[in-house]
């Protein structure tokens, strides 16, 4: 292939990435934006009244600037490749997620990653943004609308258990099908590269899933979002009183 074939095929799949990044941010938020109509019509509530329109703003503003800034603090671990390190902005969505509805957590999470784009850059060409925002919706999503269908503890607890859940499987599928092939693939190297690295940390890696990472996430997110759950259920509490 010619050096003008080559530039041409880059082009093409950095702009077929770039459109499928952003059909599924649409899609997630379209989901988002459902499960909100589907709990408004069974429970009666409204998650964008008028009166709760700038406090949602400026939480979202301030969370995903707290998200973002977790994001800078990420933890390697000792079982999986350097490609894999925790963080904690996903307490701040969920946070965001309990108190206005599962879309505000869709925007905390789009939000802390373009934050963290413009602030950092991307070491990943993007693919571990997309990763990132996809997982991060996996959980805050499902959690947030389960917690609004009964506020209460013990849902909060089921819709994190269930949105860990969501992250793990949506975060293997995605990883494993689409991301981390694509990162191979951005970056010029085989998939089995990817592994290799993973292998060298830990031999019982043999393939690109990333379960163990992130049934870990999920309960590392989930534990700390319950332990703050009597300040954010204030929170709430606050905020509709405010607004009565």
Known sequence: ??????????????????????LIVVCVYFIAKGLEKLIEAKCGMHFNSEKT???????????????????????????????YELDFSEV????????????????????????????KGTTTMFVGDLANFIVGCAMVVPASAFYFTKKARKSALIGLI????????????????????????LYGMPIEALVAMGTKVNASI?????????????????AITL?????????IKGQHAVNK
Do not use: H
Request: glycine share 8%; net charge positive.
């Open 92 to 119: 701040p969505a969920l946070v965001g997620a309990f108190m206005f509805g599962p879309t505000a957590g869709v925007a905390i999470e789009g939000l802390k990653v373009l934050i963290k784009i413009a602030l």
């Open 206 to 222: 043999n393939s690109v899933a990333v379960v163990p990472f992130n049934i870990l996430k999920s309960i590392v997110v989930g």
């Open 53 to 83: 329109k700038v406090n949602r703003l400026v939480v979202i503003a301030m969370f995903s600037a707290i998200s973002a800034i977790l994001m800078f603090f990420e933890f390697p671990l000792w079982f999986a490749p350097a490609f």
């Open 162 to 185: 269930t949105g860990g859940l969501c992250m793990v499987i949506a975060g293997s599928l995605m990883n494993g099908f689409y991301l981390l092939p694509k990162f191979a693939e």
């Open 227 to 235: 332990i703050l759950y009597k300040y954010i259920s204030n929170l």
């Open 1 to 22: 292939m010619t050096d003008y074939g080559k530039l041409l095929e880059a082009v093409k799949s950095n702009v077929t990435f770039i459109l499928v990044s952003i």
